[in-house]
């Protein structure tokens, strides 16, 4: 049988707001802000190959 003193009980509620808040501003939505980059009106299209992209598609 567990016994919890008063000292114990205020450890607990204490470690469970911490928790609460941690939680609370983790999932808390911030806006999405994107700066789109200069481009030179003469710059070519970027193309990327990425080597075994669709390997486990067969």
Known sequence: MMVFTW???QKLLLW??????VVGISMHPTP???KELPQASNSKPAIVLVHG???GLC
């Open 16 to 21: 469970l707001f911490a928790l609460s808040v």
């Open 7 to 9: 000292k114990k009980v």
């Open 32 to 34: 999405a802000t994107s």
């Open 53 to 55: 992209a669709y390997a």
